[in-house]
T-cell receptor, first 108, second 115 residues
Framework: QKEVEQNSGPLSVPEGAIASLNCTYS??????FFWYRQYSGKSPELIMS????GDKEDGRFTAQLNKASQYVSLLIRDSQPSDSATYLC????????FGAGTRLTVKP | KAGVTQTPRYLIKTRGQQVTLSCSPI?????VSWYQQTPGQGLQFLFE???????NKGNFPGRFSGRQFSNSRSEMNVSTLELGDSALYLC??????????????FGPGTRLLVL
C-alpha cells in the first residue's frame, strides 16, 4: 500500500513567521509531488508542484524535495492569517494519493 | 477557461437509495478522477477515467461505479447508500496529453448526506 504521511497538526504560527509543513511517502519510484491548500468547506487548490530534488520557490512558498529520504516539504514565509487552511501533500504515481493534511493556523 | 463543474452541489439521500453525481472537466482535459473526502479518512481516490475507460481504481466496494462520456464528462454512481457514504465527493480533471505530471484541478465538490 503506497502511503503519504503528514503531521496532522494543528500547526500554529504567529503572523510573519515561517510555517514548515512536512510530508513523507513510501513509494521510492514516485515522480511527481504536489502541495494543495484547502480552506474549510472548499475544494483543494494547487499551490506548488515539484518533480526534481532541491528547492522550488514561488512567491512566499518554497517546496523542497528529497527523493533519497522520500520527503517533500512546504515552507511558507511571512505567514498571513489568510494562509490558515489545511495543506495537503499529494504524490502522483499511477494515481494521485493524498496525505491526511496538516491544519495550519496563522495568528494575527 | 471555465473550471471543473460538479452537480449537484448538495444532496440528501436515505439509506438504500442510489445517487448519481456529475462532473464536467476543464475544456480539453480528458482525464477525470473522483475522490471521497471525509473528516476521518481524508481524501481518498475512487477512480480515474480517461477517454471513456477506467484507468485506475481505488479501494472502494463495487457499489461505487463511474463512467465517462465521449465529451469527457463523467458520472459517479453509488448504489445502496450507507450512512458512511456521507462525504464530500470531489472530481478533478487534468490534461494528460504530454505526461503524467499534469496538475489535477478540482471542482467544488458535491456534499452528500445519507440519513
Amino acid at each position: 500500500q503506497k502511503e503519504v504521511e503528514q503531521n496532522s497538526g494543528p500547526l500554529s504560527v504567529p503572523e510573519g513567521a515561517i510555517a514548515s509543513l512536512n510530508c513523507t511517502y513510501s513509494d521510492r519510484g514516485s515522480q511527481s509531488f504536489f502541495w494543495y491548500r484547502q480552506y474549510s468547506g472548499k475544494s483543494p487548490e494547487l499551490i506548488m508542484s515539484i518533480y526534481s530534488n532541491g528547492d522550488k520557490e514561488d512567491g512566499r512558498f518554497t517546496a523542497q524535495l528529497n527523493k533519497a529520504s522520500q520527503y517533500v516539504s512546504l515552507l511558507i514565509r511571512d505567514s498571513q492569517p489568510s494562509d490558515s487552511a489545511t495543506y495537503l501533500c499529494a504524490v502522483n504515481d499511477n494515481d494521485m494519493r493524498f496525505g491526511a493534511g496538516t491544519r495550519l493556523t496563522v495568528k494575527p | 477557461k471555465a473550471g471543473v463543474t460538479q452537480t449537484p452541489r448538495y444532496l440528501i439521500k436515505t439509506r438504500g437509495q442510489q445517487v448519481t453525481l456529475s462532473c464536467s472537466p476543464i475544456s480539453g482535459h480528458r482525464s477525470v478522477s473522483w475522490y471521497q473526502q471525509t473528516p476521518g479518512q481524508g481524501l481518498q481516490f475512487l477512480f480515474e477515467y480517461f477517454s471513456e475507460t477506467q484507468r485506475n481504481k481505488g479501494n472502494f466496494p463495487g457499489r461505487f461505479s463511474g463512467r465517462q462520456f465521449s465529451n469527457s464528462r463523467s458520472e459517479m454512481n453509488v448504489s445502496t447508500l450507507e450512512l458512511g457514504d456521507s462525504a464530500l465527493y470531489l472530481c478533478a480533471s487534468r490534461d494528460t496529453r504530454t505526461s503524467i505530471r499534469e496538475t489535477q484541478y478540482f471542482g467544488p465538490g458535491t456534499r452528500l448526506l445519507v440519513l
